[in-house]
């Protein structure tokens, strides 16, 4: 199988569309550069010069696995691998595509970690709310946590994608997609706190025209907001695997608890796919479990 120029300038055409036709985003763009370039290296090593077939593809999956990579990691080389042959037949450079005979490797459905009610009100209360930077934090938790939002979406939050007269933020998401989420009371109330005394006091007299500062006058980054929130954990006692993901899968979580469907959260989270919004669908069973306990008559 073969297509002119290789595998090198293929991953690049792939790359290229994947930005600009696709608008996936910078992280998404990370991954799936750093997967073709650890399957580039596997090709150079083996001598493969033209577009591998389905027995060299089988061999590079058995690489990922002979190097101890988890079954979730050498799905995700497997999909980027698929995303790209698919480009490639798509654009006429293959006559068929060999990673459908290929299969992912079994995963195990890991229930997503939140947060208790008592250690969110913790969390949110942790920010020293006398200086300028706590009350920043403070706004970015409370809005972290009342929209369920991904943390890049939060640090690129523009001052014109929030409406607190309705109560609601405009945020864009994977692919660039837009959607609307409502904001709550609180949330509402921190970021107007934090824009009448702490944000011009960050950004002194400079401007910005994303929502959240830092003291340098540029947005909040998603590596700085994640230092932010492990200190918050430590401060507080939640000492594991404290990211912004779990504040988002809490808020998921807690919606469900309080009787939201689930059609309602897959939109709120900006979930394409229904399927990946049932992951929470332990909380679905548990609140059927809840309900049979307190209402049938043999219980």
Partial sequence: MTTEGGLGPAAAAFLTYARIEKGLSPNSLSSYSFDLKNFQEFCASRGITSIPDAGELRSYLDSLYAQGLSSRSIARHLTTLRNLYRFL????RLGEDPTALLSAPRQWQNLPKY???QQVVDLLQAPDTRRP?????????EVLYACGLRVSELCLLRLTDMNLDLGFLRV?????????????????????????KARSSLLKSGSSPFLFVTARGGPMTRQGFWKLLAGYGRKVGIFQNLTPHVVRHSFATHL????????????????????????????????????????????
């Fill in 133 to 141: 930077n706590g009350v920043r934090d403070t706004a970015m938790l």
């Fill in 89 to 92: 037949l798509n654009e006429g």
């Fill in 172 to 196: 864009t998401g994977k692919g660039n997609k837009q959607r609307m989420v409502p904001l709550g009371t609180k949330a509402q109330e921190a970021l107007r706190e934090y824009l009448s």
């Fill in 256 to 299: 469900l608890e309080g009787g939201a469907d689930l059609r309602s959260v897959q939109t709120m989270l900006g979930h394409a796919d229904i399927a990946t919004t049932q992951i929470y669908t332990h909380v679905v069973r548990a609140r059927l479990r809840s309900v049979v306990d307190r209402h049938h008559p043999r219980n």
């Fill in 115 to 117: 947060l208790n009610s």
